[in-house]
């Protein structure tokens, strides 16, 4: 059950990308250049994604550090390592990043809720348990803070990506 989990967040990424790549087809540029672009040819200044330009770079690796967390699976720390991967993913999330989306988010989010329950088989200690338990409901309220606080601001953009997880189901749960 939980490598079909981790293989249908890796086909739901996928998915996000091609549909990504499908919406963010960049329009053909006139002859003679004169874009902002650096010599790989990425625009790093794109609203919410300056630093971050290279978006299809950020997922790789976020992509890679699901994988290496799925490996630690022998002693439970995978589940920790996936809420820390979590946390890498709303900070992308919340920077505008296209390719770290809401449905990406939201399908690593019901993967750590159903990992939650491995804690308490095997030899894991209770404190360990607790605190893995903690720390991924410290990120369900920072995302409901970080909502109350964009719309306070009047982010709508960063905000509107905020809502459409919590459209998933994801964050509601303090």
């Known amino acids: 059950a939980e490598a079909l989990a981790a293989a ?9 990308a ?7 087809a960049p329009a053909p540029a006139a002859a003679g250049g004169g874009d902002d672009g650096d010599a790989n040819g990425s625009s790093r200044g794109e609203a919410g994604t300056a630093g971050y330009a290279e978006g299809k770079r950020v997922k790789e690796c976020l992509q890679r550090a699901l994988k290496t967390a799925d490996a630690c699976k022998t ?32 399908m ?8 939650l329950p491995l804690l308490d088989q095997g030899d894991n200690e209770p404190a360990y348990a607790h605190a893995v338990r903690t720390h991924y409901s410290n990120t369900l309220k920072y995302v409901q803070a970080r909502k109350t606080a964009l719309a306070a601001a ?21």
């Open 18 to 24: 091609a549909e990504a790549e499908a919406e963010a």
């Open 75 to 106: 002693s439970n720390a995978h589940v920790q390592l996936f809420v820390e991967v979590l946390n890498a993913y709303l900070f992308f999330l919340d920077r505008g990043v296209p390719e770290v989306t809401p449905k990406l988010v939201g």
């Open 8 to 16: 249908d967040l890796a086909e739901a990424e996928a998915e996000a």
């Open 108 to 115: 690593l989010m019901g993967l750590v809720e159903g990992q």
């Open 154 to 174: 009047g982010e709508s953009e960063t905000l509107r990506r905020y809502e459409e997880l919590a459209a998933r189901g994801a964050g509601d749960d303090e």
